[in-house]
Nanobody
Framework: QVQLVESGGGYVQPGGSLRLSCAASGFIFRLYTMAWYRQAPGKQRELVAQ???????NYADSVRGRFTISRDNPVSTVYLQMNNLKPEDTAVYYCYVYRAADYWGQGTQVTVSS
C-alpha cells in the first residue's frame, strides 16, 4: 500500500525558508519519479517540482532558483527546500507519485505572511 507522509510546513515571514519532507512507503522508492505539488485557496493544484530516478530536476518557473527538490533513496524520502519565500507561495503542499495510479500525501500547509 503506497503511503506518502509530508511534514515540515508552517508559518514563515517573506524571505524566510522552510524544508518539506515526504516519507514514502509501499513501493520501491528509487524506481519512481517523485514530485511536489501545491494548491492555493481558490486555485488549481499545480506542479512545483519533480525529480526523476536519475536525479534530474524540473521546476515551475515561479519557484526556479528559490526551491530545490532532492531525494534520499535509502530512506525513501523526498525533500523540498524552499528559500526566499513569498506570500504567493502560500498553499497546501502535496507529495505525489504515479505508480499505476495517482498517489497523494495528506498535504502540509505553508503560510508566508508578515
Amino acid at each position: 500500500q503506497v503511503q506518502l507522509v509530508e511534514s515540515g510546513g508552517g508559518y514563515v515571514q517573506p524571505g524566510g525558508s522552510l524544508r518539506l519532507s515526504c516519507a514514502a512507503s509501499g513501493f520501491i522508492f528509487r524506481l519512481y519519479t517523485m514530485a511536489w505539488y501545491r494548491q492555493a485557496p481558490g486555485k488549481q493544484r499545480e506542479l512545483v517540482a519533480q525529480i526523476g530516478t536519475g536525479g534530474v530536476e524540473n521546476y515551475a518557473d515561479s519557484v526556479r532558483g528559490r526551491f530545490t527538490i532532492s531525494r534520499d533513496n535509502p530512506v525513501s524520502t523526498v525533500y523540498l527546500q524552499m528559500n526566499n519565500l513569498k506570500p504567493e507561495d502560500t498553499a497546501v503542499y502535496y507529495c505525489y507519485v504515479y505508480r499505476a495510479a495517482d498517489y497523494w500525501g495528506q498535504g502540509t500547509q505553508v503560510t508566508v505572511s508578515s
